[in-house]
């Protein structure tokens, strides 16, 4: 052990006190060597911060760009259903503007709803027969008595 020598001034005092400082100070250094200072791990969070913002709004942009497209992409979706259906409608032989009414949700079912929306038309829509052109009035109305002599009277004229 070392020997204890008493410090008799102010100088002697000082000398010890500025290498007990010193040896402090080496001691703390070697202690959080190669540890990073608060100063460098602010602009460190700085630098990061201004990184991730960057990317939340490349992510927003992006997000943005997405549902545009889905937007786009129901919209086209729709026009290929309804130009489908268009066509359907029109090789069953049904005007266009049935196209919307055609039920399902395949071409199958579009075709077989078409084929029976057809024949219903069809039934339904018989060619009217054209009138007959000298019709036998069955009421006594006078225009319909009127027509019927006139009728009788241009037959005389003919068969004379």
Known sequence: M?????????EEFDAKISERISRA????????EGWTSPDDLAKVKADYDSQIKTLQDAAAAAEQQLAEKDVKIQESDKYRVELSKTRIAIEAGLDYKYASRLVGNT???????????????????????LG????????NNPKSVARRKFAEWMEEQQNN
């Open 2 to 10: 070392a020997e204890f020598t008493p410090i008799n001034t102010q």
């Open 25 to 32: 100070k080496e001691s703390a250094v070697k202690q959080f």
């Open 107 to 129: 071409e199958e079912e579009w075709k077989k709803d078409a084929e029976e929306l057809a024949k219903d038309f069809a039934a339904s829509h018989r060619q009217v027969p």
């Open 132 to 139: 007959n052109p000298d019709p036998k009035p069955t009421d």
